[in-house]
């Protein structure tokens, strides 16, 4: 899991992408549904953050790290603990999918 400030270009993009959020969750649209989890979600860099325009994505759509946000033991804990909630609640909600290329 890369950290928030990360830069990353996505498979088939061809704009860079600042992570914003690790493991967002968007609301499911009924109560009969899980609620749809994305590794990521960031914005086009160095625009920022259009909050009407954000994207969401998952590590197997990255295709290229250009710079990794900062790291300290924080970041180390937070990982760690991020690791023990998505095993006993990971499967509380749908992995998200990335429907195509972002341009």
Do not use: H
């Amino acid at each position: 899991m890369f950290p928030i400030g990360s830069i990353v270009y996505l498979k088939e993009g061809t704009s860079k992408l600042m992570i914003l959020n690790r493991a967002p969750i968007l609301p499911a649209e009924n109560q009969e549904q899980k609620g749809v989890m994305y590794d990521y979600s960031g914005c086009i860099y160095p625009q920022g953050l259009d909050p009407n325009n954000v994207l969401y994505f998952n590590e197997e759509n990255i295709d290229k790290v250009v710079s990794k946000g900062y790291k300290d033991e924080e970041e180390e804990r937070f990982q760690e603990i991020y690791d023990s909630w998505m095993k006993e609640n990971g499967n509380r909600f749908e992995k998200g999918t990335v429907s195509g290329p972002l341009k």
